[in-house]
């Protein structure tokens, strides 16, 4: 059964940063494609940030220069580095797994940007 279990959210001032983490189990992760999303009240989900199994990574631009996403197959585990956090950064973010027609998603873990 796949799992994924998001962790590092909280609550920070602006311009702070955070580090999202994201395990997997249940799955061989080296073959997926990760991705985080959010979704804050009222919008939709939204893509953030996704790596491919070869590590090639992509931004929104919304976040682009100031998030990074990366992985580390041995420990099944993806991470997001977020920097220079806004107010409108706040959302739960979700961690997904994909492959082919395959998707898993996280319970997600809430970020909220305030003084």
């Known amino acids: 059964q796949v799992q994924l279990v998001e962790s590092g959210g909280g609550l920070v001032q602006p311009g702070g940063s955070l580090r999202l983490s994201c395990a997997a189990s249940g799955i061989i992760f080296s073959i997926y494609h990760m991705g985080w999303y959010r979704q804050a009240p009222g919008k939709q989900r939204e893509l953030v940030a996704r790596i491919t199994s070869g590590g090639t990574a992509n931004y929104a631009d919304s976040v682009k220069g100031r998030s990074t996403i990366s992985r580390d197959d041995a420990k099944n585990t993806v991470y997001m580095q977020m920097d220079s956090l806004r107010p409108e950064d706040t959302a739960v973010y979700y961690c997904?797994?994909?492959?082919?027609?395959?998707?898993?998603w996280g319970q997600g873990t809430q970020v909220t940007v305030a003084s």
């Open positions: 997904n797994a994909a492959l082919g027609a395959l998707r898993a």
